[in-house]
């Protein structure tokens, strides 16, 4: 049996890594990441990571934040990301797989708003 341990600092860094990987591939160069994770900010934004655990997630970002484009993380009090927590939940009930979505989609908005009156 394997046991895996992870964090939520950790989570967030990997879903950070991932949106500049997924917006680099497909050719967006203006992008604003929104987080509520203030700690994962402060991590990023840390200059020595050589002992840290998450040493090579953040250099990994930082990494792709030299690539040319105009990019910009923004923190945002949790109540005003009810996209990422409702798309949090939807993962841990339904979705096995990587799901990319390049637009929001009208029934999406719809369901977002829904799932946040429930």
């Known amino acids: 049996m394997l046991y895996a341990l992870y964090s939520i600092k950790q989570d967030k860094l990997w ?16 992008l604003i990441s929104e987080t509520y994770s203030l ?21 990994d970002y930082c ?3 030299c ?9 945002i009090h949790w109540k005003g990301n009810q996209c990422e927590n409702v798309l949090a939940n939807l993962s841990h009930e339904k979705l096995k ?4 979505f390049y637009s929001p989609l009208v029934c999406f908005v719809g369901f977002v708003l829904q799932r946040n009156t429930n």
């Open 15 to 30: 879903g950070l890594r991932m949106s500049l990987i997924i917006a680099w591939n497909a050719q967006i160069h203006q």
């Open 67 to 75: 690539q040319d484009w105009d990019y910009s993380l923004v923190h």
């Open 63 to 65: 990494e792709l934040l």
């Open 97 to 100: 797989s990587l799901t990319i």
């Open 39 to 59: 700690v994962a900010i402060q991590l990023i934004q840390s200059t020595d990571t050589r002992f840290h655990p998450f040493g090579a997630f953040i250099d």
